[in-house]
T-cell receptor, first 111, second 118 residues
Framework: QKEVEQDPGPLSVPEGAIVSLNCTYS??????FMWYRQYSRKGPELLMY????GNKEDGRFTAQVDKSSKYISLFIRDSQPSDSATYLC???????????FGAGTRLFVKA | GAVVSQHPSWVICKSGTSVKIECRSL??????MFWYRQFPKQSLMLMAT?????????EQGVEKDKFLINHASLTLSTLTVTSAHPEDSSFYIC??????????????FGPGTRLTVL
């Protein structure tokens, strides 16, 4: 079993839709959870990070962590074609450097 | 802030030659840097963790004699692919952690280097 599971998609939505991206993880020691956005042929860009359980909002993006169910979510409101990318979820322990990434979900937002 | 650069962005080489990829943290000091490789439509695979001034720690299955990593300063790490073969063709990405100022120890990634071995 992979430590972080993520549906690779692709996920195709119309412009303006609300997008829900999800991951599950198995390592109970994870305390930090990240979402990275990666455009084709580019390095990942940090989008959101959260500590422990709870929600965090930044503009059109909301990250949600439920440690009781080991479930990580990213919501994108009013999705735009420029949001088309691969979204990677990740988890890590406190104080440790090693970050475990999901396989990434490819998102296409159609104009 | 937290910008990481890589050079070159794309390199083509002949089989059997060596290729060096540079990773620089431009506006922060990276005590720790990571090297990943990524195959098309797949996630990041951690190759090694490098700490400034010490030997890199390689992940299981990664040949340390083939992928030489040097982290000579707090802003520069290099990955040298020795005696490259076509199966080494991949997208190589580095990242740095600004542990001194960032309590989350979040990784900041470079733009990646596409290596094609003919």
């Amino acid at each position: 079993q992979k430590e972080v599971e993520q549906d690779p998609g692709p996920l195709s939505v119309p412009e303006g839709a609300i997008v829900s991206l999800n991951c599950t993880y198995s390592n109970s020691a994870f305390q930090y959870f990240m979402w990275y956005r990666q455009y084709s042929r580019k390095g990942p860009e940090l989008l959101m990070y959260t500590y422990s359980s709870g929600n965090k909002e930044d503009g059109r993006f909301t990250a949600q962590v439920d440690k009781s169910s080991k479930y990580i979510s990213l919501f994108i409101r009013d999705s735009q074609p420029s949001d088309s990318a691969t979204y990677l979820c990740a988890g890590k322990n406190t104080g440790g450097f090693k970050t475990i990434f999901g396989a990434g979900t490819r998102l296409f937002v159609k104009a | 802030g937290a910008v990481v650069s890589q050079h070159p962005s794309w390199v083509i080489c002949k089989s059997g030659t060596s290729v060096k990829i540079e990773c620089r943290s431009l506006d922060f000091q990276a005590t720790t840097m990571f090297w990943y490789r990524q195959f098309p439509k797949q996630s990041l695979m951690l190759m090694a963790t490098s700490n400034e001034g010490s030997k890199a720690t390689y992940e299981q299955g990664v040949e340390k004699d083939k992928f030489l990593i040097n982290h000579a300063s707090l802003t520069l790490s290099t990955l040298t692919v020795t005696s490259a073969h076509p199966e080494d063709s991949s997208f190589y990405i580095c990242s740095g952690v600004r542990t001194e100022y960032d309590s989350t120890d979040t990784q900041y990634f470079g733009p990646g280097t596409r290596l094609t071995v003919l």
